[in-house]
């Protein structure tokens, strides 16, 4: 007879490593467990504890006999020789002059208000850049040596184009500030960007994802994303008191780019809202986790994985496809681009003009010249 086995994770939880206990659907290891101390996340359908040696051990302590312990994922082993050489080629930064200019420029982003993801971001990004080069100064750093780091880290560790511009608009700012010349600005070009369509969803295929989310919490958070097309972060942002019932507005405070706009909401939304609300009881946030405090942007995300995959849709669905979905969905209704550019918050209207190229509609409207040829 096969093992069983139970398939341990590395996530986070509100910015705290754990390890992530999936029983692979064997619910006489759920009790095992609740007495090792870990906490149940319905979102996940996982098992977690805090990520320390002592939980580790635990864990392989209680299963070794019963199970056999995948534990692949969560050491990170690498596939090839190449993710080997590129991952262990990054230390940790150490060299105290270039911590200092780092961590100066940190506070500077923090004063300027950049958003606590961007800042992040940057940090993390600047600090692998010098860390890979420890032994050269930054008066010493060049051209050639981001050249280097772009071909043996981010091309030959598949870091997408995306972290590609990241890095090059954070040396940008990072040499701004401290007023460096060590590479000439002009120099510095941003790669080449995808010109990849979004992702859109089908009216029926929301409507099938709604009807298999069947926790309420869950199922109120996708209408909520669906029928205003808000970002993922907005979502997780709004306060109880963003809420006006009566006008039928829901106030999206400190969105992308620090900017506060307002959205519409039916009178749909308003009673699936209510009923939501008598049921969980929010006490600051609309939507809260577990213990209280702000949901987890990757505990929504892995609550769409599953539903899309319940709902039998091939696509890959993200909580961002509500709103390519819903921008889509208006422009197919007839609505001007120039108010879905405003309920969308885009800076720019070229943004908007992308949902053009992907409305189902407008390209069923085009008469192709072999509809005049007989074949």
């Known amino acids: 007879m096969q093992k069983r086995s139970v398939k341990l994770l590395k996530e986070r939880r509100e910015y705290h490593q754990v390890i992530a206990i999936d029983v692979c659907g064997h619910a006489e290891f ?21 990520n320390r040696r002592e939980n580790m051990k635990a864990i392989f302590d209680r299963f070794k006999h019963k199970a056999w312990i995948d534990s692949t994922d969560f050491f990170g082993f690498p596939q090839n020789k190449t993710e080997k050489r590129v991952t262990s080629a990054i230390p940790r930064l150490k060299n105290i002059p270039k911590k200092r200019l780092l961590n100066e ?37 060049s051209h050639r040596q981001l050249r280097e780091y772009n071909q043996d880290v981010i091309i030959a560790g598949s870091y997408s184009r995306v ?5 090059i608009s954070a040396l940008k700012s990072f040499m701004r500030f401290h007023e460096l010349e060590f590479i000439e600005m002009g120099s510095l070009e941003y790669p080449r960007r995808d010109r990849k369509l979004p992702t859109v969803l089908s009216k029926e295929e929301v409507q099938r994802i709604l009807d298999v989310t069947v926790n309420l919490k869950h199922k109120s958070m996708l209408v909520v994303l669906y029928s205003t097309g808000i970002r993922i972060g907005e979502l997780l ?22 900017k506060d706009r307002q959205v519409q909401l039916s009178n749909k939304v308003i009673k699936k809202l209510e009923i939501y609300e ?9 939507f809260e986790g577990q213990s209280g405090g702000k949901y987890h942007p990757r505990s929504l995300g892995m609550v769409i994985k599953r539903s899309t995959k319940k709902a039998k849709i091939t696509k890959t669905v993200t909580a961002h496809t509500f709103r390519h979905s819903f921008a889509t969905h208006l422009l197919e209704s007839g609505v001007d681009l120039r108010y879905i550019q405003e309920i ?18 407008m390209l069923s409207q085009i008469r192709g010249p072999i509809e005049d040829m007989d074949v």
């Open 163 to 167: 972290y590609q511009r990241q890095l």
């Open 344 to 361: 969308s918050g885009h800076k720019s209207s070229g943004t908007t003009e992308i949902y053009a190229h992907i409305s189902a509609r």
């Open 105 to 141: 420029y940190i506070n500077y982003l923090e004063e300027r208000r950049y958003s606590p993801q961007t800042t992040r971001t940057y940090h993390n990004i600047l600090s692998k850049l010098f860390g890979y080069f420890e032994d050269v100064s930054i008066d010493s750093f």
């Open 237 to 258: 942002n709004i306060r109880k008191t963003d809420l006006d019932k009566d006008r039928g507005i829901l106030t999206i405070r400190n969105g992308k780019g620090a």
């Open 30 to 50: 759920q009790r095992d467990c609740h007495e090792l101390g870990a906490i149940y996340d319905e979102a996940t359908d996982r098992w977690v504890l805090k």
């Open 278 to 286: 008598r049921s969980y009881l929010p006490m600051g946030y609309l």
